[in-house]
């Protein structure tokens, strides 16, 4: 007889294991060299150390009562901020960043049913070794210094020196992409979108501005393994 709630336990039939095996496919990566015209101005900003700094100091940040009065810009002054803004290739060509174009593309994505944090894995905006892309004006439309009122700090007022690129600047750009999930026309689709309505660098579609628009003029399927 059984005491208390005392229950026995019978031994389990022995079974044979069994295992499965994950096959995954290799990742198949194709390439593509685009290039890019500007539909519209591009201004270019490299807000560097310098930069960073004098907002630190008190450039529109510091509204201490001890904060000095700030000096007005001598025209050496101006020429060295305006020069500083300037992204430059190893070989000193004007360029901006790679992972620009990049943002643009994946930020591109909301408007082709495409979601943001996939579009981040399955295409890459290959720069040169400073993650730059070199900027080429446009025939007779040599950057100059645009000088522009810009919000910073605690929102006061100050002037900015930057260069600005007239429409018809070209930009060449190798892109790879996962063949999983993407072909080299979807890739133009992506480009072509986020110039429409995204744009690159400053005061850009996206950022409530008009400059930065661009389209893809020409691409060539530079690897297409399988």
Known sequence: SRKGNERRIMPSKKTESTTSTMTVDAIGIGEVIVNLVGETELITH????K???KIGDGEGGNTSPNTKKKQPRTEEVIKDEYERAYYRTSE???AFKANGLKLAMVSACRDLD???TEARG????IGDEQ?????????NGEPYMRTDTV????????????PGFPAGWTVKARIQYNKAHLTPEAIVNILNQAGFGVGLCEWRPEKNGP?????VESVSIERDAA
């Open 46 to 49: 490299n807000f560097d150390e």
């Open 51 to 53: 930069q960073k700094k």
């Open 92 to 94: 000193g060509k004007p």
């Open 114 to 116: 495409m979601k943001m």
């Open 122 to 125: 399955r295409f890459h905006v």
């Open 131 to 139: 993650d730059l892309l070199e900027i080429i004006p446009a025939k």
């Open 151 to 162: 919000r910073v700090g605690n929102g006061s007022a100050t002037l900015r020196y930057r």
């Open 211 to 215: 400059h930065g628009r661009f389209h």
